[in-house]
């Protein structure tokens, strides 16, 4: 508020508010005091009017004498301030009084002295009259000069005395109001000498900011002014000087634009010309990319289509290692391509990720399990530490995070000769919805120096350009890795030291979600007690963990023989131990000796689960009794070695149920492609799998064949000469709504990978879409989730079933499950396994909800089931699992019988896998 003052209100406000506060200090203390002192001469005066009046009414009282006593009282009452006077007898009965009724109440005592009782407007006194106050009439006895004769009461009033108060308070008012007023005159006289000056300095000032650099200040009569006013008139002259010279440099520069002026335009020109250049390129760049996507991906789906189909007929070895050999090369093709794709959609800002739950062990697992044998190959250990604090159960995008994962995961097995690869997951920071985790891959290879960890996070780098590298790639992993974390809102870091190895980590913040039930202790398994075997520190501190986390309590042992001798110990007491998990390798434990120590154990009734590199998986089956439920690849996944050892506990019965068959029919299938290898290949693909298919090779036979016949999926190529795809499917569209039919589903077949095609093709009227090379599996699942017919898969006859349509689902396909595995067999039988461990559990939960009338918890178990079934070999059960879903949505009568078919289903797998096994 004082900087919003000018000069003249601070002048003021300095002057007038120290005197008025010292003006209001001294007249209220000395107000006061007058007041206290005309209060007090009040209160002795009552005090001497009342001694007086105690030896004048002496004799009166002593004789009751009334006449005297108001004669007394009305002399009294002419004296000033008194209000009132009363005469009492020694019982305070009232004997005369003159005045008013008195205001205040009589004091309270029995005092022999005098009493008083003041209040605001008046002063009440009692004064007790003895037989010794009649020393005035010379009448006293000695004997009665204690005798209490009466009493005298006076009332003194405070308004006089108020009165004075207030005049002196008026008069002292007037003299400050005076003194102000000459202070205030004063401050005005002194601010006017300030405020003349600094009004011509203002207003000169103003001129020299308009321009007027002549104006100048006189002198001001004041040593500081003067200073200050000779100081504005030289900067006056100086800014008058700089004008004038800028003015003169000004005219210069101009005649030298004018000058250079057609040159500018001419480079404004050649700019415009390289910008629209710019941009063309951009373009031709984004096409180029989308046509070589598509160019690349058509030769690509024809090689490894028909190299699947080669695998099935009947060759020999070593054209099966040729065929290997050749899909092996067309998958590396393929993930080039696919790593140059992320990277354009990337650097083009079209990459969106996903939000969706997730689980991080699992994910962090299921990383380590696919790149297991390339580690296992060279005999590198993999561990997963998950610590306790960090929470599981996330929001985000769990594919990319993947990808990141496995990148890091792969990078450090290239570079890794020998030693141990550790992926560890921890807490930084943790809020009520949100967590910050940081991830690290750690390594025990190569290292990197200071200078290619700088150039590590370049497009097309690599820690090794030599032309006798090791190891191959395009070097975008890393970069693709840190463009994705960074579009998470994370970071990507490493640390590393050459010839020790390195330890790459990414920080990122994930929202929280409720917690997996899954994730609990198994109750089969809480409070037992569990013998460990695992000679590498981090592997065991890593299981012990898991283990830990499944509800159990490990021991841990050095050797197998001690581990026996333990629990042999307590064997048949109350300490006994129920299971031992063993980690082993063939150079370690060779699988003749394991095979004696595992029967040693179970006569000790102690189940053992072991625990391999997946590279020595075929060596151990036929060390234990039974390779489907006690053999597990490493690293072991917790959710796995849950359910192993619930198993191991708690062994599934099989029911001697009669399976029926499920129904279905062949769907009728359109496929369009201008490619004929392409359309070969669909086509031999679906009509191995049951399918009805009519191939047509441009979009004009597609219209016209959906004119002609009914079909009940379309799979339409996008590019194709004449009309395309999406001409033909807008034709299509236009039929259906003249005729207000029912809309035929549409999946594109498409090798462009860019990000906004699928946007595209939605647009176009498409219902979904397939990026080519096209598999069996995705086949399979764009049919199933479009027409809700599911297509079988060639196997052995043993293990087909055949169903009222006329269409053979298998139970089990050992083949399928291979190649929804990519060919991983051991990672097929986990994920088999994985599923067969579960179905009692979501058996008995279909139940419940069945029985509960529950739909939306039918629908949820239903659903779970089914995306299960979608990774393993299970055809049957996973279009029974399609159909009861579908049924449920729709609400249709015919889902009690589509559920009742989904647990036969289940059964029937369950003999299957129990005879196959």
């Known amino acids: 508020m004082l900087n919003k003052l000018g000069i003249k209100g601070r002048v003021l406000l300095l002057t007038l508010l120290p005197a008025c506060l010292m003006a209001a200090l001294l007249g209220g203390y000395f107000t006061w005091m ?104 010379g009448d006293v006895v000695p004997a009665e000069a204690d005798r209490l004769l009466g009493w005298v009461e006076l009332e003194l009033s ?23 007023g000459l202070t205030a005159t004063l401050a005005l006289r002194m601010s006017r000498t300030i405020n003349g000056p600094v009004a ?16 100048r200040l006189p002198p001001m009569g004041s040593n500081e002014l003067d200073e200050l006013a000779s100081g504005i008139n030289r900067m006056a002259a100086t800014l008058q000087n700089a004008q004038e010279e800028l003015q003169h440099n000004i005219e210069q520069a101009t005649e030298d634009v004018r000058q250079n002026l057609e040159t500018i335009e001419i480079q404004n020109i050649e700019l415009d010309l390289a910008r629209k250049e710019a941009l063309e390129a951009s373009r031709i760049k984004s096409e180029f990319l989308a046509n070589m996507s598509h160019e690349i991906r058509t030769p690509l789906n024809g090689i490894l289509g028909f190299t699947h189909l080669l695998q099935k007929s009947e060759l020999t070895p070593r054209q099966h290692d040729y065929l290997g050999t050749i899909e092996k090369s067309a998958d590396s093709l393929l993930s080039i391509i696919n790593e140059i794709l992320d990277f354009s959609k990337i650097e083009a800002g079209k990459l969106v990720l996903d939000t969706i739950p997730f689980n991080l062990r699992d994910l962090l697992q299921d990383t380590l399990t696919i790149l297991a044998p390339a580690a296992h190959a060279k005999q590198l250990e993999l561990v997963s530490l998950v610590y306790r604090d960090t929470p599981l159960s ?25 030693g141990t690869i550790v992926a560890r997951a921890m807490l930084e920071d943790e809020q009520d919805d949100k967590v910050q985790l940081r991830i690290s891959v750690q390594d025990t290879g190569i290292g990197l120096s200071s200078q290619d960890v700088r150039a590590l996070f370049q497009a097309f780098s690599q820690a090794d350009n030599s032309l006798s590298r090791h190891s191959g790639g395009t070097g975008l992993g ?10 998470m809102g994370g970071e990507i870091g490493v640390e590393s030291t050459p010839g020790e190895g390195s330890e790459f980590w990414i920080s990122v913040t994930l929202p929280k979600t409720r917690d997996d039930l899954e994730d609990l202790p198994a109750p089969p398994l809480i409070g037992r007690r569990v013998a460990v075997l695992e000679h590498h520190d981090l592997a065991r501190q890593a299981l012990e963990h898991q283990l830990e986390d499944c509800g159990l309590q490990p021991m841990v042992f050095n050797n197998l023989e001690n581990l026996i001798n333990g629990v042999t110990v307590v064997h048949q007491t109350p300490h006994a131990i129920d299971m031992a998990v063993l980690g082993v390798t063939a150079h370690q434990l060779p699988p003749e000796r394991l095979r004696q120590q595992i029967w040693d154990l179970e006569n000790l009734d102690c189940k053992v689960l072991v625990l391999c590199p997946t590279t020595e998986q075929a060596l151990y089956q036929v060390s234990v009794p039974d390779a489907y439920s006690q053999l597990q690849a490493k690293p072991a996944c917790t959710r796995k070695l849950r359910r192993a050892l619930s198993e191991l506990i708690n062994p599934k019965q099989l029911r001697n149920e009669v399976p029926e068959p499920l129904s279905s ?18 086509q031999t693909l679906l009509e191995d799998m049951g399918a009805k298919v009519l191939a047509v090779d441009s979009g004009y036979a597609a219209v016209q064949a959906v004119q002609e016949d009914t079909f009940d999926l379309v ?3 996008v590019q194709m000469p004449g009309m395309d795809g999406r001409q033909a499917t807008e034709a299509i569209r236009s039929w259906e709504l003249e005729r207000q039919a029912t809309s035929l589903p549409i999946v594109a077949l498409t090798a462009h990978a860019m990000a906004n095609e699928k946007r595209a093709l939605l647009q176009s009227g498409m219902d979904d879409y397939l990026t080519k090379p096209i ?11 479009w027409t809700g017919l599911a297509l079988r898969n060639q196997a052995p006859e043993r293990h087909q079933e055949v169903s009222q349509g006329g269409v053979n689902l298998q139970v089990l396909d050992h083949e399928e499950g291979l190649r929804l595995a990519a060919g991983k067999a051991d990672l097929a039988a986990d994920m088999l396994a994985m599923l067969l461990a579960s179905l009692e559990t979501d058996r008995e939960a279909i139940r419940a909800a069945r029985e509960a009338g529950d739909r939306v918890a039918l629908i949820e178990r239903v659903h779970r089931l089914h995306g299960a079934t979608r990774y393993c070999g299970v055809p049957q059960l996973r279009a029974a699992c399609q159909r009861s879903e579908t049924l449920l949505k729709q609400d249709s009568s015919d889902s009690d019988k589509a559920l009742n078919d989904l647990e036969k289903a289940i059964t029937r797998l369950e003999i299957e896998a129990r005879v196959s096994a």
């Open 775 to 785: 598999s069996e599996r995705q086949l399979a699942q764009v049919v199933l989730k």
């Open 200 to 215: 011509q300095i203002k207003h000169v000032v103003a001129q020299l900011k308009d321009g007027n650099l002549e104006a």
């Open 478 to 487: 890393l970069v693709i890795s840190k463009r994705l974390i960074e579009q």
């Open 34 to 137: 007058q007041l206290s002192e005309l209060q007090t001469q009040l209160l002795k005066r009552g005090e001497m009017i009342a001694n007086e009046l105690a030896p004048l009414s002496a004799t009166a009282l002593a004789s009751s004498d009334k006449a005297v006593l108001e004669r007394i009282a009305g002399q009294v009452l002419e004296q000033a301030d008194v209000r009132a006077v009363s005469f009492l007898d020694a019982d305070r009965n009232p004997l005369a009084h003159a005045g008013p009724t008195m205001i205040n109440q009589p004091p309270v005592g029995n005092s022999t002295h005098m009493l008083q009782r003041s209040e605001n407007d008046a002063t009440r006194y009692l004064m007790p009259v003895f037989g010794r106050n009649r020393h005035l009439t």
């Open 394 to 418: 996330l929001v985000g995008d769990p594919l990319r995070l993947k990808q990141i994962l496995t990148n890091l995961v792969s990078n450090a097995i290239k570079f890794t000769r020998e």
């Open 665 to 682: 029919r062949p769907p009728r299938i359109l496929c369009v492609d201008d490619n004929p290898a392409n359309l070969l290949l669909v």
């Open 158 to 180: 405070h308004s006089g005395t108020l009165l004075r108060g207030y005049r002196s308070l008026f008069a002292s008012l007037i003299l400050i109001a005076i003194g102000l």
């Open 715 to 717: 799979l339409m190529d």
